[in-house]
């Protein structure tokens, strides 16, 4: 197979798109699809500084990398989640990048501690308070990625959710008519009070295949081992139904996920914004004032009863 | 050749040389959701693996 843009071998075939490239003109096309992703969704400007949430993985990495390549003001955040070999080796794939890649372009990495913070790994956490341990990871970590880009005044915080992930997240909602959630599926989502960063996803327009590939490409060494906790997650098999799906009929993911993306902005001149939703029903939590439906966020009530529980 | 792979870790010998898209039939897997590396190259599918390669297919889903 040839690069359709130029005479060299291809490496990677994209049917969505019925094209293929080689590894030069996959880069770009890569870049161009993100720089493209940022203008369209309003998601940063160029002298806006943007710290990306980082864990090691293909997704995040690769768009720490592009981010840097672009030109943009970025800096990442690890969170060490204290799970037992699998956090010691994704953080040393952070720390080599940052070395290596990030800090010789002026870019800095700091890491967050589980342990130093609660006392406990994420593991030991979750059990004490008993809860599943991927939701407890989840409320650690939208917290501490806003409060660190909240107080070291980032106008906006990035994560590496891909196509794949947000397509088989809507495809999960939708089965399950979760409406409240349809709202918050957007890759650009405004700091709608005062103590919410505002949080974007420049990767929503590439699908895993092709970010790892691109990550191949561009000798981008990332983690290809998963969070153990991750077996047998939901998100596993709707992504394994699209891709069956994407298989028979390419362009299928990318059609479901901007079809609704493209719906939802023409119905957000009638439906209240999440803005105006959120003003109305956050207010500042009692202990740490990171804004809240509760009187009390949920890292706080959660810190509270696992220190109980350790009594 | 030899055939490496992840989730869980393991090493598989077949009969070459074989189409790449052959060897994703041939162990029921779905393109989409792997890349096949050899050395550090990507290979399209309708590449050749000759008997005496190794190849690494690796996945590019993740579950978080
Ligand atoms: S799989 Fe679960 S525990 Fe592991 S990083 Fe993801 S959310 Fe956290
Ligand atoms: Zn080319
Ligand atoms: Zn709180």
């Not at chain 1, 003003?279 to 202990?287: A, F, H, K, R």
């Not at chain 2, 393991?10 to 060897?23: E, F, H, S």
Request: with cysteine; charged share 25%.
């Amino acid at each position: 197979m040839r690069c359709r843009k130029c005479p060299k071998r291809a490496v990677l075939g994209l049917s969505r798109h019925n094209t293929a490239f080689c590894g030069d003109c996959l880069t770009e096309f890569v870049r161009t699809q993100v720089q493209r992703a940022i203008k369209a969704q309003q998601m940063f400007a160029p002298e806006d500084r943007v710290l990306v949430a980082v864990s090691g993985g293909k997704d995040s990495l690769t768009l720490w990398e592009i981010l840097l390549k672009l030109g943009y003001r970025v800096d990442a955040l690890y969170v060490d989640l204290g799970i037992p070999g699998y956090s010691s080796r994704s953080k040393e794939k952070v720390e080599q990048f940052a070395k290596v890649v990030a800090e010789p372009c002026g870019s800095q990495l700091t890491i967050h501690t589980v342990e130093e913070d609660a006392g406990a790994g994420i593991k030991e956490l979750a059990n004490l308070i008993k809860r599943p341990t991927c939701s407890a990871c989840g409320t650690i970590k939208r917290y501490q990625f806003n409060r660190v880009a909240w107080q070291n005044h980032y106008d906006v915080m990035a994560t590496g959710h891909n196509l794949d992930d947000e397509a088989a997240r809507l495809l999960g909602n939708v089965l399950q008519w979760q409406e409240e959630y349809l709202q918050k599926q957007s890759p650009s989502l405004p700091a709608s009070v005062e103590g919410f960063a505002k949080k974007v996803k420049p990767l929503y327009r590439m699908t895993e295949r092709e970010i790892a590939a691109y990550a191949v490409v561009n000798r981008i060494d990332y983690l290809v081992e998963e969070c153990p906790m991750a077996k047998g997650a939901k998100m596993l098999v709707y992504k394994d139904a699209l891709n069956r799906l994407e298989a028979e009929s390419p362009g299928t993911k990318q059609r479901f996920y901007w079809g609704f993306l493209d719906r939802q902005e023409k119905s957000s001149s009638v439906a209240p914004s999440m803005s105006q939703i959120d003003q109305t029903t956050l207010q500042p939590c009692s202990v740490c004032s990171q804004p809240t439906t509760a009187g009390t966020c949920s890292f706080c009530r959660m810190m509270a009863r696992a220190k109980t529980a350790v009594k | 050749m030899k055939v490496h792979l992840s989730h869980p870790t393991r090493d598989l010998i077949i009969q070459g040389p074989k189409r790449v898209a052959d060897i994703f039939k041939e162990l029921n897997l779905i393109p989409e959701a792997f890349l096949i590396i050899r050395g550090q190259d990507l290979m399209t599918e309708d590449e050749t693996v000759a008997d005496g390669d190794s190849i690494e297919i690796r996945p590019v889903i993740s579950g978080g």
